[in-house]
Structure formats: structure tokens, C-alpha cells
């Protein structure tokens, strides 16, 4: 089921609740579109995925053909099953049995958070199967087809829907590969996309080098399909930033990671990027502190503290540069939040202690 902010409130959010901005007439035209989609994956169970989630079924309305043809199949098989009821009774079995099954993940009755899921309709399917089954033997006895001709076209059924069952449990190897494997059968899904994104960053993990390279510019085009699909996802936004964190381009990662702190700046996802900021600015404060170059070390530093404002060694080290360039008042600021953070800290007692002194003597000229 859709995960719930609190009790009795489905999520607002589209990728757990599809029919969050839906008017009733279009929230119904579109599961009716999806109940047509369901028959189509049993019927011919081709181009599969994970996941059908926003924006890979739009939301329709009832001048969609298709949404009218599925509710003309689904009460043409309604009648089929109460005229069979005693002449057929296994069809009409296999019809009510697919209903009452399905309907519980119809979305009709609950809201299942997902436009279409193609394990709904593993339980419902046993009376597709049995219905097709009962189907073949009829119409063998009507042909009166020799048993070897009877079993020869059976087998090829069999044989071709288990090569091409076989061939889609190897898409399910790892989420790499299935995440890669099915952002090509559902491209405007943004859950697809950014799944593949992210499996493109796990590979760039294992890799060295220009593949490492090629890995993470992949991602990129996933992650921005993915983030131009479905704009208020706060994933794509991240891994954007540890994309060009790998390629120790800081500047643009910096780009992407303000783009998720505006979208939700209490998130704890963001937590892991401040630290990596802080500590890319914090290094690069130092080598120019160690250049000489105090004003851009200060800058830095600075830089580094608006993401990290509980490390004491950014900020003992903004006091120390502080006291260097004869800024007193600021140096003593640092070494004070520097011992707020770590009382034990004897060289920032001492910075302050040096720096009171010298702001002192300095008001007294």
C-alpha cells in the first residue's frame, strides 16, 4: 500500500500516490487505461519493468479511446462469465476468479500507490492461465487435431514464453543491472531514471579511470531526464552533486546540492554533502594558508564553515588566519566557538588568550 504521512492521509507526493492531483473522472479513466495495460502485459509479456511509476501512464480522461475500449473488454468479459456460468463454467470460473483477485489492486478500491504493478496480477493470472488452458483444449477438440500437432503447438507456447522468461530473469542479476536494463522500457518514468542514474554512479564505484569517467557522464543524463520528469524528487538533485564531487568538480556539485536544500533544506539526505563541502573548502583553505595567501584562505575556510558549523578545526584554523592578517576580533570570535565545540582545546585557549591581548594593546594605541 502508498505510504501514509499520518494516519488516515495518503502521501502527497506522486511517486506514492499517482492520483494525488487527479479530478475523480481522471483518477478513474486512468485505472481503467491500466486495467487494459494489465490484460496487454498477460496477454504478451513483453517490454516488462519494475516500475510504471510517474509519468509513464499520464493521467487520461474518458475521451481517451483506450480507456473506452477497456471498459467495453472488462464488461464483455463480465457478461462472458455470467452466460457461462453453467454452460462453461471453467470460463466463467477463470473470468470471476481474475476479477476478485485483481480487484483489490485495481486501485478501485484502495489506493496502492502505484499506477500499475505487473505482481498484482500474479494471483489474478492463474485464471488467465486456466481460462487459455481450457481455451486450447476446446478448440484442439473442435479441430480434432491429431495429438502430435496438439502437443507440437502447446510446446512452442511453452518453449517460447519460457526462453523469454529466461531471458528477463537475467535482467534481474543485481539492481545495476536491472535498473539499466528497464530505464529503456519505461523512459518516462522519473523513479526509472533516477534508479539508473544511481546504478551508473554504483558502476563508476568499480571503475577506474576514463570508464570511471564515462560511468558518472551517464548518470548525468539519467539523473537530469529523471529530475525533468518529476522536478520535486530530492535524489536526483543529490547524486547530481556526487557526480561532480567524483570528478572533483566541487563548484558544480555545490550548484546541485543547493538545488535540493532549497527543495528541503531540513533533509537528512543533505548531511553527507555539507560534510564533503566543508571538507573540499576546509583543504583547499589550508593549501592557501600554507601559499600564504590568508585573505583567500579566510574565504575558503569561511566557505567550508557555512556547511560544517560544529567542526572545531575549521574554525580554530579561521581564528588562527584571523590573528595572522592582525583581525583580532575575529580571531577571537573563531578560537571562542573553537572552544565552545572541544573546551579541551588547549591551542585555542591560548589563540584566545593571544588575541584578547593583542586586540587589547591595539585599542589602547
Same mark, same amino acid.
Given at each position: 500500500l502508498a505510504t501514509k504521512e499520518n494516519a488516515g492521509t495518503m502521501s502527497n507526493d506522486v511517486l506514492n500516490n499517482p492520483f494525488v492531483d487527479t479530478t475523480n473522472?481522471?483518477?478513474?479513466?486512468?485505472? +481503467?487505461?491500466?486495467?487494459?495495460? *494489465?490484460?496487454?502485459?498477460?496477454?504478451?509479456?513483453?517490454?516488462?519493468?519494475?516500475?510504471?511509476?510517474?509519468?509513464?501512464? &499520464?493521467?487520461?480522461? +474518458?475521451?481517451?479511446?483506450?480507456?473506452?475500449?477497456?471498459?467495453?473488454?472488462?464488461?464483455?468479459?463480465?457478461?462472458?462469465?455470467?452466460?457461462?456460468?453453467?454452460?462453461?463454467?471453467? *470460463?466463467? =470460473?477463470?473470468?470471476?476468479?481474475?476479477?476478485?483477485?485483481?480487484?483489490?489492486?485495481?486501485n478501485i478500491f484502495f489506493n496502492t500507490g502505484t499506477p500499475l504493478a505487473e505482481r498484482f496480477v500474479l494471483i489474478p493470472g492463474i485464471g488467465f492461465c486456466l481460462a487459455i488452458v481450457a481455451f486450447f483444449i476446446n478448440a484442439f477438440e473442435k479441430l480434432k487435431l491429431k495429438k502430435t500437432i496438439s502437443l507440437l503447438l502447446i510446446t512452442s507456447v511453452i518453449v517460447f514464453f519460457t526462453i523469454r522468461n529466461i531471458l528477463r530473469c537475467g535482467d534481474w542479476k543485481d539492481n545495476n543491472t536491472l535498473f539499466l536494463a528497464d530505464v529503456t522500457q519505461t523512459p518516462n518514468s522519473a523513479k526509472s531514471q533516477l534508479n539508473a542514474g544511481i546504478a551508473c554512479l554504483n558502476l563508476a564505484t568499480e571503475s577506474t579511470g576514463s570508464e570511471k569517467e564515462n560511468w558518472i557522464n551517464q548518470s548525468f543524463t539519467y539523473l537530469q531526464k529523471?529530475?525533468?520528469?518529476?522536478?520535486?524528487?530530492?535524489?536526483?538533485?543529490? %547524486?547530481?552533486?556526487?557526480?561532480?564531487?567524483?570528478?572533483?568538480? =566541487?563548484?558544480?556539485a555545490e550548484v546541485w546540492w543547493k538545488r535540493a536544500k532549497a527543495l528541503n533544506p531540513l533533509s537528512p539526505e543533505l548531511t553527507t554533502p555539507n560534510k564533503v563541502l566543508?571538507?573540499?573548502?576546509?583543504?583547499?583553505?589550508?593549501?592557501?594558508?600554507? $601559499?600564504?595567501?590568508?585573505?583567500?584562505?579566510?574565504?575558503?575556510?569561511?566557505?567550508?564553515?557555512?556547511?560544517?558549523?560544529? %567542526?572545531? $578545526?575549521?574554525? +580554530?584554523?579561521?581564528?588562527?588566519? *584571523? *590573528?595572522?592578517?592582525?583581525? +583580532?576580533?575575529?580571531?577571537?570570535?573563531?578560537?571562542?566557538?573553537?572552544?565552545?565545540?572541544? &573546551? $579541551?582545546?588547549?591551542?585555542?585557549?591560548?589563540?584566545l588568550q593571544a588575541a584578547t591581548i593583542a586586540r587589547n594593546r591595539k585599542k589602547e594605541k
Open positions: 473522472a481522471q483518477r478513474y479513466a486512468t485505472i +481503467f487505461l491500466t486495467w487494459l495495460l *494489465y490484460l496487454k502485459l498477460l496477454i504478451f509479456p513483453w517490454h516488462l519493468s519494475y516500475d510504471y511509476n510517474y509519468n509513464q501512464i &499520464p493521467v487520461t480522461d +474518458f475521451s481517451n479511446p483506450l480507456v473506452l475500449l477497456s471498459i467495453a473488454i472488462h464488461i464483455g468479459l463480465f457478461v462472458v462469465a455470467i452466460y457461462c456460468f453453467r454452460r462453461k463454467p471453467v *470460463y466463467s =470460473f477463470s473470468i470471476l476468479f481474475y476479477f476478485i483477485t485483481f480487484s483489490v489492486v485495481s529523471g529530475i525533468s520528469i518529476y522536478p520535486k524528487k530530492i535524489d536526483g538533485y543529490i %547524486n547530481m552533486g556526487v557526480g561532480y564531487s567524483w570528478k572533483n568538480e =566541487f563548484d558544480n566543508a571538507g573540499h573548502y576546509f583543504k583547499q583553505g589550508m593549501q592557501l594558508g600554507v $601559499e600564504k595567501n590568508y585573505a583567500a584562505s579566510i574565504k575558503s575556510m569561511l566557505h567550508a564553515w557555512q556547511y560544517d558549523t560544529l %567542526n572545531a $578545526e575549521i574554525s +580554530f584554523n579561521l581564528g588562527g588566519a *584571523y *590573528y595572522t592578517l592582525q583581525i +583580532f576580533d575575529s580571531a577571537a570570535f573563531y578560537f571562542q566557538k573553537t572552544l565552545l565545540l572541544n &573546551p $579541551e582545546y588547549q591551542n585555542a585557549a591560548n589563540g
